[in-house]
């Protein structure tokens, strides 16, 4: 027995001893590995298409990106990926080399250089309070040294130059209930004019010379009435505003500094008039009012008089005005119709001249058009080209020219919420996807190539067709489920509300949907969660996923239910629940005949609602209806309440599928001390192989595994804010783990001197969080490790053998826990965005932790490193067993970034899922980019690597056939010679 | 490995302070108003680590406080974190390819935001805020050069070398061994009644 186990701590010496990081040779990029960049869903586009020079296009995105895109093909030139809170709000080009972008509110002002992207130079710009930010660079295509951007933001409007970002003056507008609305430079003209509203009933204009910053001239007029915010400006000296109660347009004209109103009643200008709203789109002369589910286009006379001119279907989408040959300007406008989208470029003067016509079939899944950009060249024949850039419902980004979709890109993709995975069909006997593209010869051919590459033999076109072969080899993006289920499905919400299920063989997108509703028309996402995975019944059924989503952002608009088919992609039913969603409870093992998971959902007043919503369900549910808790965080209020389950809510509603709850406990903490930051569970699907764990010394500990555990970081509240906003004394950290059934605190444990944020990974029974400790201003990790003491007497195997132990006895919350919990802190040298843990099938594989790094690094930090056994000296049994020596900070292995040379920008989460072979993990990482891989934490000692060489075990299995047949010669041949002697 | 980095820790401070007296005025003295200053630093990549790694500017992000602000570099190297208050500060540089210490930053209120700076990871102060790697990362395992030693240690290798000695060493063993002794052996053996190898092999007799 004991040689038996020391033999398996031998293994396991020899198993761990080999790998410490994950590595990975240069040539194995992309083998098991993809990376998708993206910059999300475009706010501004400014092309950038001269005669000499590549075209492109400069966008920004609402994931605070900017980016130069190749027009051509639709690559990343260079991109930069601003913080969290610098969103961009203008984007231009200046000096024709220069990259201009506002962003934080209008008090950061950055030029990056075009051709490259880096740097050249940033300022910041004083700001008082919140205003709108505008970003004016003149037009001027000349090269002049003596223009400036104009900058308007924070209640200050600034003048910077171009060329270094100094600073050149700034003007104050910060007067009490002044709000700027339009900063105006005609062309060619030194003055400055400054529209604003003044209690938003007098308009006053500024006229501000451009080169000394001087107030010129003053001039206000109060407006009988008040002005909404919205504002149009059409020329030079014109803007259109409506007024408050949205049914009179106001041309308010400041020629020479003169104001002067007129107002124009919109119902003389359409019959049936409601309530109107200004778009967005800047046309010269003319302006685009929504009125009536309709668009009207409203020319501008010169005496300010307003005439409707055309109007068109409320699905339009349009362009700001591009100026094109002979001082004629056009806008285009993009509708649908059908399975179709209709671009039209016209000219604003003469709407009649309609200069393109173009009619592109589009894919329905992508939504109505959200945005649209032109931009024109001069075809070959002198005449006029226009190449459309349209940002889609579902955030896809295409460009349009010449009747065809050039390139698109799926945006979508960079604001993914919730991520789940799918198995592939089977592959059906009889109907082989595989290709049988191998002879012998071709494949004898292909080791012996990989033979030469692993012995380094390899010259360098070798090494060329070595990795063309092994990225197309071995079917790895075939549609069907393999024996090592390494082929599988990543299905991802996005923020558009659109379904893309990714395979991760290749990373290409297998099917996308946009999600439908009866209620609304476009329901926003919030979670994903596997509804049907038959496995066992109802194999005939194609596996689906249940997507929560709700009309609207309020928390207590109404919930949508839609279930897709994760085979093919399409919606089998979406429902309108009725109720809010405030939280989703999938509870664990209860399925029903047909595998489809029961799920509970929370709606704001404080009932559950059971769906599916059949007999069947109802019946299971009703089984197993004391036994249901569930538990809510108030975060702001610092309270944590634990439900069970009263009864059905038959009095109220006739529904016999809601439930009505009792509270059973509540954990308060105290406001002015502790503030929650962080709260985590298990995950529900977690696989723990063996509850007990031996050491060195034959003793054994077992773990304390119970799904109903709560972890819950808690910071004083003045630690709340960021690192340089408090000091040690004045901040704490304090953790708890709470059994969610009973509420009762099982363990806290106190940080002096330390804050948040806290990022935490909660497995088996440890848990690991990542916070900051102001004394040492460094980052720290700690581990919590609890087992349970209750068990601890079973170690003897007479009372096993006797039955004398207590390892049958039922596990019930209620039962109250003897355990205890080890832990140990060590320092971690870098901020962290995201932490996740790696699972496996059968959870017998060692474990890494996946840390999402602020560099938008993925490190794979081996579990031994977190281990609450480590000690200064371990002793040789220790050692053995595989307890590293104490450091005070976790290392930093390069190989061990399982992300190696990429990065994945805009981190924001970790999914991993386990592969049906025991030592692999399914890893994919979100946030603007993707990127997915396989990691193997204990190497692949399940199965053969890629690399294994095929062609020297047959080499060798000849040579070895050869050696016995010389030798039985040569015996033969002794034999022989002996006799005759 | 140590020596080679403290070595060229060495040179670096060298080179510090030098620049310290070609540029005086770069020293991290912030300004700003009463509760707001401004950090300037700058970040410097040798050219002896850069080998092997493009070094490039524009992809270096400089971040404050673990997110709070990020900023980027200017083609000088030199960054400027804007609006910061007076406090303890934490400054991290992220390159690929390069590890960087994060850096304590003391803004302080009294000397009208003049900053301190100590490198968190090796304590050492800084008089300037020049921030240069610890370390160049290479992230990829190097292959080993072809090797008869390491094809040997493969497990085909083992199984090859078992063989041979089996094949070649074995009989040259029993050889040596006096047929006579032998005999003797196995006899013993069998009256002790223990089950050997030998017995259960037809073929020894």
Known sequence: MAMALRLYLLLIVFVSSAIVSFSLYEDQVGLMDWHQRYIGKVKHAVFHTQKTGRKRVIVSTEENVVASLDLRHGEIFWRHVLGTKDAIDGVDIALGKYVITLSSEGSMLRAWNLPDGQMVWETSLHSAQHSKSLLSVPVNLKFDKDYSILVFGGGYLHAVSPIDGELLWKKDFTAEGFEVQRVLQPLESSIVYVLGFLHSSEAIVYQIDSKS????????????????????????????????????????????????????????????????????????????????????????????????????????????????????????????????????????????????????????????????????YIKTDRSNGFRALIVMEDHSLLLLQQGAIVWSREEGLASVTDVTTAELPVEKDGVSVAKVEHTLVDWLKGHILKLKGSLLLASPEDVVAIQEMRMKSSGRSKLTRDHNGFRKLFIALTRAGKL?????????????????????????????????????????????????????????????????????????????????????????????????????????????????????????????????????????????RGHGMKSSCAGETADEYCFTTRELWTVVFPSESEKIISTLTRKPNEVVHTQAKVSTDQDVLYKYVSRNLLFVATVSPKGAGEIGSVTPEESALVVYLI?????????????????????????????????????????????VEIYDQSRAENKNVWKLVLGKHNLTAPISSYSRPEMFTK?????????????????????????????????????????????????????????????????????????????????????????????????????????????????????????????????LLLITIVALVAAIYITWALSEKKELSEKWR | MAPILRSTSLVALLVFQISLFLFTSTLPISSGSEDSYTITGRVRIPASTAIGHAAKFSNIKVVLNGGQNITFLRPD????????????????????????????????????????????????????LVLEPLRADQYYELREPFNVMAILKSPMGLMVGFMVVVVFLMPKLMENIDPEEMKRTQEELRNQGVPSLSSLLPASR
């Not at chain 1, 009435?225 to 949205?246: C, H, M, P, Q, Y």
């Not at chain 1, 008089?305 to 109007?311: A, F, Q, R, Y």
């Not at chain 2, 850096?103 to 000397?111: E, F, L, T």
Request: charged share 20%.
């Open chain 1, 500 to 640: 893309f299920a990714l395979h991760t063989g290749d990373g290409r997108i297998v099917w996308s949907t946009l999600l439908n509703s009866p209620a609304c028309a476009r329901p926003s996402g919030i979670s994903l969660y596997q509804w049907q995975v038959p496995h066992h019944h109802a194999m005939d059924e194609n596996p689906s996923v249940l997507v929560v989503g709700r009309c609207g952002s309020d928390s207590s608009s109404p919930g949508v239910l839609s279930f897709v088919d994760v085979y093919t992609g399409k919606e089998i039913s979406s429902s309108d629940i009725g109720h809010s969603v405030v939280q989703v409870m999938p509870l664990p093992l209860f399925t029903d005949s047909t595998e489809q998971r029961l799920h509970l959902i929370a709606d704001t007043d404080g009932h559950v609602h059971l769906y599916p919503k059949t007999p069947e369900a109802l019946g299971i549910f009703q089984r197993e209806f004391q036994n249901v808790y569930w538990y809510n965080v108030e975060g702001d209020d610092g309270i944590i």
């Open chain 1, 739 to 783: 059994d969610t059934v009973t509420g009762r605190i099982l363990h806290r444990l106190s940080h002096q001197g330390c804050q948040g944020p806290v990022h935490a990974v909660f497995s088996e029974n440890w848990v690991v969080y990542h916070y900051f400790n102001l004394r040492a201003h460094k980052y720290e990790v700690t581990v």
């Open chain 1, 213 to 376: 910053g001087e107030v010129v001239a003053e001039k206000s007029k109060a407006f009988p009435g008040r002005f909404s915010g919205e504002i149009s400006a059409v020329s030079n000296d014109k803007v259109v505003v409506l007024d408050s109660t949205r049914s009179i347009l106001v041309t308010i004209s400041f020629v020479d500094g003169e104001i002067s109103f007129q107002k124009t009643l919109i119902s003389s200008l359409v019959e049936d008039s409601g309530e109107a709203e200004i778009l967005s789109p800047l046309l010269s002369n003319m302006l685009a009012v929504k009125v009536n589910k309709r668009t009207i286009f409203v020319r501008v006379g010169d005496q300010g008089k307003l005439e409707m001119v055309d109007s068109l279907s409320d699905e339009t989408a349009m362009s700001d005005s591009l100026p094109v040959a002979d001082d004629q300007v056009a806008f285009a406008s993009v509708h649908h119709e059908g399975s179709k989208i209709h671009l039209t470029v016209k000219l604003v003067d003469d709407l009649d001249t309609v200069l393109l016509r173009e009619s592109i079939q589009m894919d329905q899944h992508r939504g109505r058009v959200d945005r649209v950009f032109i931009n024109n």
């Open chain 1, 823 to 951: 832990s140990q802190s060590y320092f971690f040298p870098q901020s962290v965005k995201t932490i996740a843990v790696t699972s496996t099938a059968k959870g017998i594989t060692s474990k890494q932790l996946l840390i999402g790094t602020i560099g938008d690094q993925i490190l794979a930090l081996d579990k031994r490193f977190v281990d609450p056994r480590r000690t200064l000296n371990p002793s040789q049994a220790e050692k053995e067993e595989g307890i590293i020596p104490l450091t005070d900070s976790l290392p930093i292995i390069p190989q061990s970034y399982i992300t190696h040379s990429l990065k994945v920008e805009g981190l924001r989460g970790i999914v991993t899922a386990p592969a049906k072979l025991e030592s692999t993990t399914h890893v994919f990482a979100y946030g603007v980019d993707l990127f997915y891989t396989r990691l193997a934490p204990s190497k692949t000692y399940d199965s053969l690597t890629d690399d294994f060489s095929y062609a």
């Open chain 2, 77 to 128: 190297g030199y960054f400027t974190f804007h609006k910061v208050t007076a406090g303890t500060h934490l400054i991290e540089v992220y390159a690929l390819g390069f590890f960087f210490s994060p850096v304590r930053v003391d803004v302080s209120a009294r000397h009208h935001g003049k900053v301190q700076a100590t490198l968190t990871e090796t304590r050492r102060s800084l008089t300037e």
